[in-house]
């Protein structure tokens, strides 16, 4: 399907902010000089700014396109993926980013090393490398949906040139340029969705009021559903246990988000920036969920050959004159600004992590520049296969994405569990439990019809159980903790004399800053209003 007329006006909105992009990524070209601006940026970029990338890259196209599709299948109970946040971020800003943050470092798998061992750094950094091309395939497909169905385009061709639009702003403005690429798209992606929504209230063929009612009758308004049933993904009980160490996962162990947080001014700044999508994701992924189940009520149920032209379909029927010009803007605005992020992150972990570490050590700083910047084009040429594998799949881009992605969080999350808390876990034991992780993940994907969800969580407890019996019978009892556990680092604060705060936030890990508190209360006002939106239609 395609946009019939597609216009002046609307290639001219999709130009401009396309230049506008290209802009940026020039604009910022002048203050990368070195290696380390590439990867972080000049360390002054402010806390909100850093929160908004947070948000946009996460949310992207995927959440856009795939959102919507995947509430228009499963309805609201889809949101329950999605409500853990606030306590995905109260762990993450207490036990994950001091550690990172106070070691001055680029990639955040150099914390392997110094816990474990080179092999475990380099296991970590390899699992990151494939997962993370794997998502940004997936980005580069749901933005290819979006000018395939504009132009008729075909889809691999829009793959390419996406990327290209993509790498020329990466390699010129580094993280730099992602931060406030991210900040800028953020603003268009959500105007686009709110005109969607208000566009959809005006033109449902019921009022909203019998439109809701036909359905909660459908079920498609119930977001907490309390089914104990491990082969179900939507369940409050997969959202807030499963999916919550799913996602710790990919905020905490993910050098992709982590990365723009080592440019804040202090680690106040970079809890803040976190602490943002601990309070915003909740309205974030309620609005996309929200106008896929509107569009559910709008086309009456009818089957999509490809749900995740739901929201494009709406607008090209919709009529109004820019609007699908604004609303393909925004996709592929967002979407290339995620992509850049993305590209940046793996050329930053395969100099820092391989190339520095084991081929060319002792370099200068725009030796290693150069090597990133040649780093990111290689990796855009890469992402390219996978891409093309998701456009022969059919259903949620968001939900396959997920999938996907539940193969590999199994395995970091049990590393850094056992990095964290462990003291006698050691390397040997660790990668033995990571091979384990896998199969166990395997398995159950190939023999049993759990959900996706629990992916994570099985996979990591078997590393953490493996892993910590594997090291108790090859290494035996450690007397020490390592100074890389938690207890260790606060044995060390202690012993050093340090400060354990630093302008009201903590520095120690292990600690919950008094502003954490909310989230917590923020989680229950949120699965709450749920309840009540449920039974109040």
């Given at each position: 399907?395609?946009?019939?007329?597609?216009?002046?006006?609307?290639?001219?909105?999709?130009?401009?902010?396309?230049?506008?992009n290209?802009?940026?990524?020039?604009?910022?070209?002048?203050?990368?000089?070195?290696?380390?601006?590439?990867?972080?940026?000049?360390?002054?970029?402010?806390?909100w700014?850093i929160?908004?990338?947070?948000?946009?890259?996460?949310?992207?196209?995927?959440?856009?396109?795939?959102?919507?599709?995947?509430?228009?299948?499963?309805?609201?109970?889809?949101?329950?993926?999605?409500?853990?946040?606030?306590?995905?971020?109260?762990?993450?800003?207490?036990?994950?980013l001091?550690?990172?943050?106070?070691?001055?470092?680029?990639?955040?798998?150099?914390?392997?090393?110094?816990?474990?061992?080179?092999?475990?750094r380099?296991?970590?950094s390899?699992?990151?490398?494939?997962?993370?091309?794997?998502?940004?395939?997936?980005?580069?497909?749901?933005?290819?949906?979006?000018?395939?169905?504009?132009?008729?385009?075909?889809?691999?061709?829009?793959?390419?040139?996406?990327?290209?639009?993509?790498?020329?702003?990466?390699t010129?403005?580094?993280?730099?340029?992602?931060?406030?690429?991210?900040?800028?798209?953020?603003?268009?992606?959500?105007?686009?969705?709110?005109?969607?929504?208000?566009?959809?209230?005006?033109?449902?063929?019921?009022?909203?009021?019998?439109?809701?009612?036909a359905?909660?009758?459908e079920?498609?308004?119930?977001?907490?559903?309390?089914?104990?049933?491990?082969?179900?993904?939507?369940?409050?009980?997969?959202?807030?246990?499963?999916?919550?160490?799913?996602?710790?996962?990919?905020?905490?162990?993910?050098?992709?988000?982590?990365?723009?947080?080592?440019?804040?001014?202090?680690?106040?700044?970079?809890?803040?920036?976190?602490?943002?999508?601990?309070?915003?994701?909740?309205?974030?992924?309620?609005?996309?969920?929200?106008?896929?189940?509107?569009?559910?009520?709008?086309?009456?149920?009818?089957?999509?050959?490809?749900?995740?032209?739901?929201?494009?379909?709406?607008?090209?029927?919709?009529?109004?004159?820019?609007?699908?010009?604004?609303?393909?803007?925004?996709?592929?605005?967002?979407?290339?600004?995620?992509?850049?992020?993305?590209?940046?992150?793996?050329?930053?972990?395969?100099?820092?992590?391989?190339?520095?570490?084991?081929?060319?050590?002792?370099?200068?700083?725009?030796?290693?520049l150069?090597?990133?910047?040649?780093?990111?084009?290689?990796?855009?040429?890469?992402?390219?296969?996978?891409?093309?594998?998701?456009?022969?799949?059919?259903?949620?881009?968001?939900?396959?994405?997920?999938?996907?992605g539940?193969?590999?969080?199994?395995?970091k999350?049990?590393?850094?569990?056992?990095?964290?808390?462990?003291?006698?876990?050691?390397?040997?034991?660790?990668?033995?439990?990571?091979?384990?992780?896998?199969?166990?993940?395997?398995?159950?994907?190939?023999?049993?019809?759990?959900?996706?969800?629990?992916?994570?969580?099985?996979?990591?407890?078997?590393?953490?159980?493996v892993?910590?019996?594997?090291?108790?019978?090859?290494?035996?009892?450690?007397?020490?903790?390592?100074?890389?556990?938690?207890?260790?680092?606060?044995?060390?604060?202690?012993?050093?004399?340090?400060?354990?705060?630093?302008?009201?936030?903590?520095?120690?890990?292990?600690?919950?800053?008094?502003?954490?508190?909310?989230?917590?209360?923020?989680?229950?006002?949120?699965?709450?209003?749920?309840?009540?939106l449920?039974?109040?239609?």
């Amino acid at each position: 399907m395609r946009v019939e007329g597609f216009g002046v006006l609307n290639w001219s909105i999709v130009i401009a902010f396309l230049v506008a992009n290209l802009a940026l990524g020039w604009m910022f070209s002048r203050r990368v000089t070195t290696a380390e601006a590439y990867y972080v940026g000049d360390r002054s970029t402010p806390w909100w700014a850093i929160g908004v990338s947070v948000v946009a890259t996460y949310v992207s196209a995927l959440s856009f396109l795939g959102g919507p599709a995947w509430a228009y299948r499963d309805g609201m109970a889809a949101l329950a993926i999605h409500l853990n946040y606030p306590l995905v971020i109260l762990v993450v800003i207490t036990f994950f980013l001091p550690f990172f943050y106070n070691s001055g470092v680029a990639s955040i798998y150099e914390y392997q090393e110094r816990r474990f061992g080179t092999a475990s750094r380099a296991v970590m950094s390899g699992i990151f490398l494939l997962s993370q091309s794997l998502t940004t395939a997936a980005i580069l497909y749901a933005t290819a949906l979006v000018l395939r169905f504009m132009t008729g385009m075909d889809v691999m061709l829009a793959i390419v040139l996406i990327t290209v639009v993509a790498l020329v702003y990466t390699t010129m403005g580094g993280m730099l340029a992602v931060i406030w690429t991210d900040t800028f798209q953020a603003v268009i992606l959500f105007f686009g969705a709110l005109v969607i929504l208000f566009a959809l209230l005006g033109e449902m063929p019921v009022s909203l009021g019998e439109a809701l009612g036909a359905l909660k009758a459908e079920g498609k308004l119930d977001a907490v559903r309390t089914d104990v049933n491990l082969t179900e993904a939507t369940t409050i009980w997969s959202g807030l246990l499963a999916m919550t160490l799913f996602h710790i996962t990919v905020y905490g162990g993910n050098q992709m988000m982590v990365q723009r947080t080592l440019g804040s001014k202090t680690i106040g700044d970079a809890k803040k920036s976190y602490i943002m999508m601990g309070y915003g994701a909740f309205f974030i992924y309620f609005l996309f969920f929200f106008i896929g189940v509107l569009c559910y009520a709008h086309y009456q149920g009818r089957p999509f050959e490809n749900p995740n032209e739901i929201i494009l379909t709406f607008a090209a029927d919709y009529g109004l004159p820019g609007l699908p010009g604004v609303l393909a803007a925004a996709v592929l605005a967002a979407s290339m600004s995620t992509l850049s992020s993305a590209l940046n992150s793996m050329a930053t972990v395969s100099t820092v992590d391989f190339y520095e570490r084991y081929f060319r050590p002792g370099k200068g700083q725009h030796h290693y520049l150069t090597a990133t910047r040649l780093f990111t084009a290689v990796w855009a040429v890469l992402v390219l296969v996978p891409a093309y594998m998701y456009s022969q799949t059919q259903g949620s881009i968001l939900e396959v994405l997920s999938k996907v992605g539940a193969y590999f969080v199994g395995a970091k999350l049990g590393m850094y569990a056992l990095g964290f808390f462990s003291k006698h876990t050691t390397e040997k034991g660790l990668l033995i439990g990571v091979a384990a992780s896998f199969l166990s993940v395997w398995w159950l994907a190939a023999a049993t019809d759990v959900a996706w969800p629990w992916y994570c969580a099985i996979g990591g407890a078997v590393n953490i159980v493996v892993g910590w019996g594997a090291s108790l019978l090859l290494t035996g009892r450690q007397t020490d903790w390592s100074p890389y556990t938690v207890p260790g680092q606060i044995a060390a604060f202690k012993a050093q004399g340090l400060e354990e705060k630093v302008g009201g936030w903590y520095r120690v890990p292990g600690k919950v800053d008094a502003a954490s508190w909310g989230l917590l209360a923020f989680l229950v006002a949120s699965v709450l209003s749920l309840v009540a939106l449920n039974a109040a239609v």
